[in-house]
């Protein structure tokens, strides 16, 4: 019998919110503060919503702040009550210098039951969002983090190239920028990012580079300069730095508006 059946609910409740027994994976997305975005984090306590009737009346959360260099920063505890959210802005989160390109990661540290598993939703990881918007409010961004750090090395298997299916029609598109996050803490790479054209698949333009561990990497692509010959282009990476590692594309129009999203 499982050691969580043995004890009273009474003690594993005592027990999950004054310890945090498990600790979930740590969620990583893309933090901007480069004086043309400003970027927010919005974490809900997901458990709560997927089993409300074993949900505990108060989850823990883990949050830190790393720069593009991957040191961290500041990390903190914050509490979330059942069916509960925060908006999270880091300039007034955390209490250090504030990094104008780095990675913020959120990590659940009392999930929803003793074994860390929801017996029918799985491993249940830390849910949250960022939003981006520009300083002068001319358009925002809402993205969904799809990977997480990953201190082994890879599974064992070599980062991949990769091209995206997301395909990005050039006209009236001033430029994409490009950032690549390596979510690897044990592995440094070489890698980069292309502009191919989505019909020939010739490569336009790319960029090389060493990743760290933990680092972020952006490219600047100038679509002006080769709309009139390529109407249709999408992005390669060199090496995919960690498991669904996808670059995030940050789309600007001639109008100055921006799209993001994973590429």
Same mark, same amino acid.
């Given at each position: ?14 027990? /999950? ?33 997927? #089993? ?10 883990? +949050?830190?702040?790393? #720069? ?7 990390? $903190? ?18 209490? @250090? ?28 990881? @830390? ?9 002068? %409010? $001319?358009?925002?961004?809402? +993205? ?77 692509? %100038? ?19 960690? #498991? ?6 940050? +789309?600007?129009? %001639? ?6 999203? /994973?590429?």
């Amino acid at each position: 019998m499982k050691l969580k059946k043995l004890l009273p609910n009474k003690l594993r409740k005592l027990i /999950h919110e004054n310890f945090g027994v498990n600790q979930n994976s740590k969620i990583v997305q893309l933090f901007l503060n480069d004086g043309k975005i400003k970027t927010e984090f919005s974490i809900t306590n997901a458990a709560s919503f997927f #089993d409300p009737e074993n949900a505990y009346e108060s989850s823990k959360y883990n +949050i830190e702040l790393y #720069d593009c260099n991957g040191s961290l920063l500041e990390s $903190k505890i914050i509490s979330l009550p059942k069916f509960g959210s925060k908006a999270i802005k880091p300039e007034i989160e955390f209490k @250090c210098a504030i990094p104008k390109i780095g990675m913020f990661v959120a990590q659940s540290l009392s999930p929803n039951n003793f074994s860390n598993k929801n017996k029918n939703l799985g491993l249940l990881n @830390c849910h949250f969002y960022a939003f981006y918007q520009s300083v002068i %409010d $001319k358009s925002i961004a809402l +993205i969904h983090p799809q990977h997480f750090l990953t201190p082994h090395r890879y599974n064992k298997i070599k980062p991949y190239y990769w091209v995206s299916q997301y395909v990005i029609n050039t006209k009236n598109i001033t430029r994409v920028e490009v950032y690549q996050l390596s979510v690897l803490e044990n592995w440094e790479l070489e890698s980069g990012t292309e502009l191919i054209d989505a019909k020939s698949n010739q490569i336009i333009d790319e960029n090389s580079y060493f990743m760290k561990v933990r680092n972020i990497k952006k490219t600047v692509y %100038d679509i002006k300069k080769i709309r009139d010959k390529s109407a249709y282009v999408k992005i390669g990476v060199k090496s995919l730095c960690g #498991d669904n590692a996808k670059p995030l594309l940050f +789309i600007y129009s %001639d109008d100055g508006n921006f799209t993001a999203t /994973h590429a």
